[in-house]
């Protein structure tokens, strides 16, 4: 069984675009060969769990970003999430985080995987106050349901 993350489960990650790229991805290769380790291995579920955990990996996303954004009150992230990720969120927002007129924001994407029979990472291309951001969460299957363990982004 893999237990949940207790200390440090959301980190707000600050993204600057590199002044040489000039708006295109840069790459470079790794020096040297690439490094060996145990491999990768495909954990195949059962049918029909992988619907569920991208329907669950696309709410818990909504519900974060909505939090993140000030357009839900941080409690309702307790739907989806561990009271770990609920605190260091709402911490994070402080008290007053409502502001005026906001734009709500947009999912684009969902992407999800199961590195294990009861883990998911599930990253999340949102747009908030006009601007793409990343989204990752952990999920993790305990008690009968899938929950956010995890939360990284570099929304503000």
């Keep these: 069984m893999v237990r949940p993350v207790r200390s ?3 980190r707000f990650v600050s993204y600057r675009p590199s002044p040489a790229v000039h708006g295109a991805l840069a790459l470079r290769p790794a020096a040297g060969p690439a490094p060996q380790g145990p491999g990768l291995r495909l954990v195949r579920p059962a049918a029909g769990e992988d619907a569920e955990v991208q329907a669950v990996a696309e709410a818990a ?5 909505e939090v993140l954004a000030g357009t839900r009150p941080p ?12 605190r260091e969120i709402a911490a994070q927002l402080g008290p007053g ?6 734009v709500p924001p947009k999912v684009l994407s969902t992407r999800s995987q199961r590195p294990a029979p009861d883990v998911a990472e599930a990253v ?6 006009g601007r793409v951001h990343a989204l990752a969460l952990r999920l993790e ?3 009968g349901r899938w929950r956010c363990t995890a939360l990284e982004t570099t929304a503000p």
């Design 141 to 143: 299957h305990a008690r």
């Design 75 to 86: 409690h309702q992230l307790s739907l989806v999430a561990v009271p770990a990720v609920c």
């Design 97 to 102: 985080t409502r502001r005026g007129r906001i």
């Design 8 to 10: 440090g489960a959301v």
């Design 124 to 129: 999340a291309l949102v747009v908030v106050a």
């Design 61 to 65: 996303g909504r519900l974060a970003v």
